[in-house]
């Protein structure tokens, strides 16, 4: 493992994109950054601007009005960057699937501007904090060194 | 100083303060985290940050100004380097630096301010726009007293009895060790450093004057728009003026750093932790308050006491 995998894999910055989420997943994310979770223990921040993040942490349906919006901030990030699906409606849609307004799930909108990009799904209605913590890092373990 | 002395000089300053910078930046994202009841970060948070910053793609946006945006941080980064090298020059041989040197590095540790009011405004975005507009407000607040108190610490180094003792006390050196005499001009100097304190608060952008940066506000406000390189330098920079402003205060206010014994090693540290743990304390303790509210307390709240303070210090001379 190189110096520079090394430190990205140590300084994680998460930003945050809410593509048409019910705020419960929302939540789950809050909550790592907490006393209890701590996720700077592992050097991740959460990040002003998706320019300075290296994980996009996507909750929500992607909603026809997102689409674009989520495209855009994947095209914006610097590379390498990860995606963070959480919750069960950004991995699938869930319960909104057939939903009029439904236009993903979250990783085919991201493959669709590249198709190399690397989704972690991290499942549940809301997910964990730890299955969240542990989704980033498996995210990491796939960026090639 | 010959010339051949100034490379090593300068690229021991310049690493000697990133080091320095780098374990403060980690004290403060530590005792942050304590005062929250967190754990916090490791101890190489900071340089794994750097380091990942330097590894990742560098992105130009389509309306920014290529050459300025990419430019302004270099600019930074050197201004404080010199900056470094100056102050750590005049700490460790008092006698050797030159008359103005104060001036000089007041003038470096401005323009990083200007380089990130440069580079917001080159980056094209509108949230780094109000960004820049309000450093701009800031450092026309903060400069006032800060330059104010600095006089005051001048006056209070001046010797009465030559004639040339203004002229040699516009000198690092002469103000460090100089003893200020007299209870007036001591009384000055106190108030002064505990509103240089506040001053160099915001010249760091820390939090109750962070609304340059304001991140669940503007989004870091003029550093939207960077990444990678360009990013990993502008934080190399204010890692850089995390060691470099404590340490000028130090040496302008509390008879700098020495490194001739142990106990002034100790000494030395102890200052330079006291300073950093009270900044970071403020840090923690404080809402982020509005750009107005800032400008009013610096100017009509600090400048009074700071013209209080420079009058004291004069009234020594007389």
Partial sequence: MGLKTWALKKSIWLYHANVGACNNCDIEVVDCLTPRYDIERFGMLLAGSPRHADALVVTGICTCQARPRLQELYLQMAKPCVVLCIGACACTGGIFRPCYHFDGPVDKVIREVDPDAIIAYVPGCPPKPEAIISGALKALDAIPC | ?318
Avoid at chain 2, 105 to 122: C, D, F, H
Avoid at chain 2, 199 to 205: D, E, H, R, T, V
């Fill in chain 2, 1 to 318: 100083m010959n010339l051949g002395l100034v490379i090593p000089v300068f690229a021991g300053a310049t690493t000697a303060t990133v080091l320095l910078g780098l374990i403060s930046k980690w004290i403060d994202r530590k005792v942050t985290a304590w005062i929250q009841w967190r754990k916090g970060p490791p101890w190489y948070q900071p340089l794994a940050d750097i380091i990942k910053l330097l590894g990742k793609e560098t992105i130009v946006p389509h309306a920014a100004g290529g050459t300025g945006f990419l430019l302004m941080p270099l600019v930074g980064f050197a201004t404080v380097s010199v900056a470094a090298t100056i102050l750590w020059w005049s700490n460790l041989n008092p006698e050797s630096g030159f008359i103005g040197d104060v001036i000089v590095v007041l003038y470096l540790l401005t323009i990083p301010a200007i380089t990130i009011i440069l580079g917001g405004s080159a980056s094209g975005n509108p949230l780094a726009a109000v960004g820049a507009a309000r450093e701009m407000k800031l450092l026309l607040a903060y400069e006032l007293p800060m330059l104010l108190v600095i006089l005051a610490a001048i006056f209070g180094a001046t010797t009465t009895d030559s004639s040339t003792g203004l002229a040699a006390s516009f000198q690092l050196g002469t103000i460090k060790t100089a003893h200020t005499v007299g209870f007036a001009a001591s009384l000055g100097c106190v108030i002064g450093f505990l509103i240089s304190l506040m001053c160099i608060q915001a010249k760091l952008g820390l939090v109750p004057f962070d609304m340059v940066e304001a991140e669940c506000e503007i989004a870091t406000g003029p550093f939207i728009e960077y990444s990678g390189a360009p990013l990993a330098i502008i934080h190399l920079t204010r890692v850089m003026l995390l060691a470099v402003m404590p340490l000028f205060i130090i040496t302008i206010f509390w008879g700098g750093f020495s490194f001739n014994s142990f106990g002034m090693i100790l000494a030395s540290l102890g200052k330079y932790v006291l300073v950093l743990v009270v900044l970071i304390l403020v840090r923690n303790t404080n809402p982020r308050i509005r750009i107005d509210h800032a400008l009013r307390f610096f100017w009509y709240i600090l400048t009074p006491l700071a013209i209080v303070a420079l009058t004291l210090s004069m009234a020594k001379g007389f």
